[in-house]
């Protein structure tokens, strides 16, 4: 179960205002906080799971909709899925990089390699 601020918190990381509950229900997030805590046991990463799994239902929900002119009016819908996608990918980055040091896991190069020995043949060898 989230909290009101981390509710307040996410609906705000998404673009929401912090008490619009009908663009993003308190069910709803509470609903997403369980889903992001079977996979992780991290509060860090289960804060930045959550605003992954949002970013992703809505980056499908953007996807329905299309690019319309009427008249003098405009309406450019593919700006918000490509919005959504960038904000996903950065949410994504933070949540590889929170997981891989909850994990204690070490970046590092490619392991220094003895080079091979020369092979020498005997003198008088023939091909």
Do not use: C
């Amino acid at each position: 179960m989230a909290t009101l601020l981390e509710q307040q918190r996410l609906r705000m990381d998404v673009g929401f205002l912090p008490d619009d509950t009908a663009a993003l229900s308190d069910a709803t997030i509470d609903a997403i906080f369980v889903e992001a805590g079977e996979r992780f046991e991290d509060p860090a990463s289960i804060l930045i799971s959550t605003r992954v799994i949002t970013l992703r239902r809505m980056v499908m929900q953007a996807a329905n909709e299309v690019d319309y002119t009427q008249n003098n009016t405009t309406e450019k819908a593919s700006q918000r899925y490509d919005h959504l996608v960038r904000e996903l990918r950065r949410w994504e980055n933070l949540l590889e990089d929170a997981v891989s040091y909850e994990a204690g896991a070490v970046r590092s190069g490619k392991p220094m390699q003895i080079p091979p020995r020369i092979k020498e043949y005997p003198r008088g060898y023939v091909w």
